[in-house]
């Protein structure tokens, strides 16, 4: 199970820059991957790409696992519709089981007592630790973060954190960001991202050498590209986790 | 094949009762005002006939007869017009995987045929009472075009939709032609009210036939001359394929 990027090319916004030159990529579901990059290399598009929420103009993308929408995300939930409505929303979204997903959000958010609040009015550790729980509760087998893993409170960052690292090898996550630390401290395969190419190592410290290196301007490591394959096709139904 | 259509059709519910519970929420009681703003438009236009003083056809009462000519149209205009603002104002949903633009176009369309539906039903059976007027002839062919005018509105909006995008005052000169629609697809009158030299050059309009077809589905005392099922039929068949079309070519070409 997995997501397979062949020979994607793209230009970056306003059809200037290119964003992705012949990109390949493959994320196993099992895995806990790192995406390294520099501010505006690419990296919310790549992500997006992963998702199947961004058009593909070269290339093709073959999915074989559910794949979450790219946390923190969370323009999907309604400011004046109350938390429990914007819950349903998301169980009817993915076919789940109204009452017990209400139920297992609220629990794994820690907003029991939010419920019947309207969004709005909710205090601001609310809207990160619902969106969190609500992908958390859809249960994909590879879930997407741009920039960082967690927010919200301390106490709930914790628990998030070692329920990433407890999903593992069932499910997996990206993590995209141009924070070393956060990467090396959380993912076990990295990319490089790099006009348009990305570069993989299983090793935290070469990873990050070849990042600080093109943070100084002196990248000198060719990228490593895979193989591509022959045939693929987008299946939505797999993202929907049918 | 069956599981993608179940998922699809599980989006559709999932966006539909979201645009319903996202209507007018800042306010109390936010989904009914949605059905009174359609009441309204409703009694703005009753009053409109009584300004142009136009007079009910024999055997028809008065305002069920509006009200039979006035829902179809507005149900029509209003899907028509309402499904390319709903992917704008909804965009942002498309970062979730498996939501699509058709799917948010045609979630404010199913909005838009529940609240309507829901006031010509009410409508309806509150004007037969006031009115003492019967059941409708065919209540099945009654729903059935009823159904015709709306999907008349989703197949229009998918053609119109692209042309907002490309040109945006395309939708202040289709508002326009909106009025003129009004008039001429027979929502006033029937068409045995004008000369029969007219018809001609009126019945080209699908429109005028759906509301024809209305009033004869619906009255005992009215056969209409011009209306035709088929003629309907086609124009949908064909609004269908050049929507779709239309919707497909534009998808990646042009940014919402």
Redesign the interface.
């Known amino acids: 199970m997995s997501v397979e990027l062949y020979n994607i090319t793209m230009k970056g916004e306003g059809g200037g820059q290119l964003l992705f030159d012949d990109l390949d990529l493959r994320i196993d579901v099992g895995e806990r991957v790192g995406i390294l990059g520099q501010s505006k290399s690419g990296k919310s598009t790549l992500l997006?790409l992963i998702?199947?929420?961004e058009?593909i103009?070269k290339g093709f993308i073959e999915r074989s696992s559910?794949?979450?929408?790219?946390l923190p995300?969370a323009?999907?939930l309604?400011a004046?519709?109350t938390v429990a409505?914007n819950i349903r929303?998301v169980s009817?979204?993915?076919?789940m089981d109204d009452d017990r997903f209400l139920r297992d959000v609220a629990e794994m958010a820690g907003i029991n007592e939010f419920l019947n609040e309207e969004l709005v009015s909710c205090p601001r550790f609310v809207r990160p630790q619902l969106t969190f729980a609500l992908a958390m509760t859809v249960k994909f087998d590879i879930y997407l973060f741009d920039d960082n893993l967690i927010a919200g409170e301390k106490a709930f960052k914790d628990k998030a954190t070692q329920l990433i690292q407890a999903m593992v090898p069932r499910q997996g996550f990206v993590l995209a960001s141009s924070a070393v630390k956060d990467i090396t401290a959380n993912c076990d395969i990295f990319y490089i991202l790099d006009k348009g190419h990305v570069a993989r190592y299983e090793d935290a410290k070469d990873a990050e050498k070849h990042f600080k290196s093109l943070a100084q301007g002196a990248a000198t490591e060719a990228p490593v590209k895979q193989e591509p394959r022959e045939q693929a096709q987008e299946d939505?139904?797999s993202?929907?986790g049918? | 094949m069956y599981?993608?259509w179940?998922?699809q059709l599980?989006?559709l519910?999932?966006?539909t009762?979201?645009e319903m519970?996202?209507q007018n929420?800042?306010l109390d009681y936010g989904y009914a005002w949605a059905l009174l703003d359609v009441c309204i438009s409703l009694a703005a236009l009753t009053l409109l006939k009584v300004f142009i003083k136009a007079l009910s056809p024999p055997g028809m009462p008065p305002i069920l007869f509006l009200l039979t000519g006035m829902l179809p149209y507005l149900t029509f205009q209003a899907t028509a017009t309402a499904m390319e603002g709903a992917i704008v104002r909804n965009r942002?949903?498309?970062?979730?995987?498996?939501?699509t633009p058709l799917d948010l176009a045609f979630a404010k369309a199913m909005q838009i045929f529940c609240t309507y539906g829901v006031v010509f039903v009410v409508g309806a059976v509150g004007c037969s009472y006031f009115e003492n007027a019967g059941l409708p002839r065919s209540i099945p062919l009654v729903i059935m075009i009823y159904f015709a005018s709306w999907l008349m509105g989703v197949f229009y909006g998918l053609v119109t939709m692209p042309l907002s995008r490309v040109f945006p005052p395309a939708g202040k000169i289709i508002g326009v032609v909106w009025r003129f629609g009004l008039i001429l697809s027979g929502v006033f009158f029937l068409i045995t009210t004008f000369p029969e030299w007219t018809w001609p050059y009126l019945d080209w309009n699908p429109m005028l036939h759906i509301e024809e077809l209305m009033r004869t589905y619906w009255f005992y005392t009215y056969q209409t001359p011009v209306g035709s099922f088929v003629y309907v039929s086609e124009w949908l068949a064909g609004l269908a394929i050049l929507g779709l079309s239309v919707e497909r070519y534009v998808?990646?070409r042009i940014p919402i």
């Open positions: 997006r998702a199947g929420v058009p103009y559910s794949v979450s929408w790219p995300f323009d999907y309604v004046s519709n409505t929303f009817r979204l993915y076919g939505y139904s993202v929907l049918i | 599981q993608s179940k998922a599980r989006v519910t999932a966006l009762l979201r519970q996202s929420t800042s942002r949903l498309l970062l979730i995987p498996g939501v998808r990646f």
